[in-house]
């Protein structure tokens, strides 16, 4: 999850072909436990065309698209480019959008009803339950459809980023794949506990990739300082 999220970043702040960085990416970091299907793709498929998944991989990977955009419709632009390398199936394509179009309104200050009513009315996803409806029967689903709502679900029901991560992975299922679709959306609208930033990056991840993330955060904050004076200068005029 973590290695293709930053191969999404990369291809936003480098421009490269995003097939390229998430085939350099994959390569680098081979053993992760990648989905049978794109672990075909990336290391055995000669075309490396996209193979018709809806697989929740689309959606596990596209929150760097949620906070580069700086509308909406971009968003969902981006997210729809960031799946359809392998994920072109309609619904791998609509999971990746629900979860960037997700983050992009939490960044935004919409309310959790606002986010809740506008992917249940673009994407048709059940968003009226709860994660004490859904735990008791759900199941090991590694789809978008039977995956991407649960992990939205699970970021409505909390009440600050860490309930979120435990929330998502209490659902149980692909536990792993929900809380990172579920934490992408939480950063964006509670951010995340200072200590816990320095904890995981300085812990877990090299100094190359933590740097990806720092450029990646000043160029997401960059963009939006510049949106918010283009839009300030639409509304006066």
């Known amino acids: 999850d973590t290695v293709m999220t930053i191969a999404?970043?990369?291809?936003?702040?480098?421009?490269?072909?995003?097939?390229?960085?998430?085939?350099?990416?994959?390569k680098e970091y081979p053993n992760r436990g990648y989905?049978?299907?794109?672990?075909?793709?990336?290391f055995y498929s000669?075309?490396?065309?996209?193979?018709?998944s809806f697989g929740n991989g689309a959606g596990m990977r596209v929150s760097p698209c949620g906070y580069y955009a700086t509308s909406l419709d971009k968003a969902l632009e981006l997210a729809k480019q960031s799946a359809?390398?392998?994920h072109n199936h309609p619904e791998g394509i609509k999971g990746a959008q629900a979860i960037a179009s997700?983050?992009?309104?939490?960044?935004q200050h919409k309310s959790k009803d606002e986010i809740r009513d506008y992917i249940e009315q673009?994407?048709?996803?059940?968003?009226?339950?709860s994660c004490d409806e859904i735990r008791p029967t759900y199941q090991f689903d590694v789809t978008c459809q039977g995956s991407c709502p649960e992990a939205i679900i699970a970021f409505l029901d909390s009440h600050d980023y860490e309930s979120?991560?435990?929330?998502a992975v209490s659902l149980g299922g692909d536990s792993d794949t929900i809380a990172c679709m579920t934490g992408g959306i939480a950063a964006a609208y509670y951010g995340i506990p200072s200590w816990l930033v320095k904890y995981v990056t300085v812990e877990f991840l090299p100094q190359y990739i933590r740097d990806i993330i720092a450029k990646f955060d000043k160029v997401c904050a960059e963009r939006i300082a510049i949106q918010s004076k283009f839009d300030n200068k639409e509304t006066n005029r």
Request: glycine share 10%; charged share 20%.
């Open 35 to 42: 989905g049978g299907m794109f672990y075909e793709w990336l």
């Open 122 to 129: 673009t994407f048709g996803y059940n968003m009226h339950r």
């Open 164 to 167: 979120a991560i435990r929330l």
């Open 102 to 107: 997700a983050i992009f309104l939490a960044r």
């Open 84 to 86: 359809e390398v392998t």
């Open 46 to 52: 000669e075309t490396k065309e996209p193979y018709n």
């Open 8 to 26: 999404v970043a990369d291809w936003l702040l480098s421009g490269v072909p995003l097939r390229e960085a998430m085939l350099d990416w994959g």
